[in-house]
């Protein structure tokens, strides 16, 4: 049950509990409060006036470190292979799942789903799709390079779009690159399948790459500019 106390809102829930417990949120700073089943909206009121200093910086906190960027739910859009989709955000009560139906991103949702459950559904959405991609690029260059993995797999990456394990000739693809245009995801694989050959980035890597594709370097600037 949600009531406004000195202009802030709470979420007031009961429980058979002995003591109060009171939450500010990110990523929005909302409030929740758990009291004891018996306690009187008195009580409540009353501890609520007590803490509204409290709250109200914690708040402030919360908010001015929060980036509204990464917040999903505060786009109308989302990048997916170097392109922006509109999202359509569906009611429901279940867990936050998110589609793509050729034309948007659907995310449903209930309406105070955290962020991390949002932040959660489109990533599963981002490593199906990449999936898919990297399940035909992968392939098409182990055949123009003649040089083949033994098994590649997506994870999130800070500071790299790809690794190679050449003893094991593993390839690991960053999740971010579902949000990059293909022709980055192609310099990318390109990049993990020739340190199959040579392990070190010498003027042989290069020739290498540039072998197979003459501007990646370009494509190298152009995606680390973002990174």
């Known amino acids: 049950m949600k009531r406004i106390y000195f202009g802030i809102t709470v979420e007031v829930i009961k429980k058979r509990i002995k003591n109060l417990h009171l939450y500010v949120l ?8 758990t009291v004891p089943v018996s306690l009187s909206d008195e009580s409540i009121e009353k501890f609520i006036y007590e803490k509204r200093k409290w709250i109200e910086e914690k708040q402030a906190e919360i908010r001015s470190r929060r980036n509204p960027e990464r917040d999903i739910c505060e786009k109308n859009t989302v990048l997916l292979f170097g392109a922006s989709y509109p999202v359509v955000y569906i009611p429901s009560s279940g867990k936050p799942k998110a589609f793509f139906d050729g034309k948007s991103i659907i995310l449903t949702l209930s309406q105070d789903a955290p962020f991390g459950e ?39 990456m800070k500071t790299r779009w790809g690794t190679c394990n050449t003893s094991d000739k593993r390839i690991w693809m960053n999740l971010a690159l579902a949000k990059k245009n293909v022709s980055y995801i192609d310099y990318v694989i390109l990049h993990e399948l020739c340190h199959l050959k040579y392990a070190d980035h010498s003027e042989r890597f290069t020739s290498l790459m540039a072998s197979f594709m003459p501007d990646w370097q370009k494509r190298k600037k152009a995606l680390n500019s973002d990174m």
């Open 26 to 33: 990110p990523p929005e700073g909302n409030v929740r409060l």
């Open 118 to 156: 949002k932040e959660k559904a489109l990533n599963e959405l981002y490593r199906q799709l990449l999936h898919e991609k990297l399940e035909k690029h992968i392939p098409l260059w182990e055949n123009i390079t003649g040089l083949y993995c033994n098994e590649w797999r997506i994870k999130n």
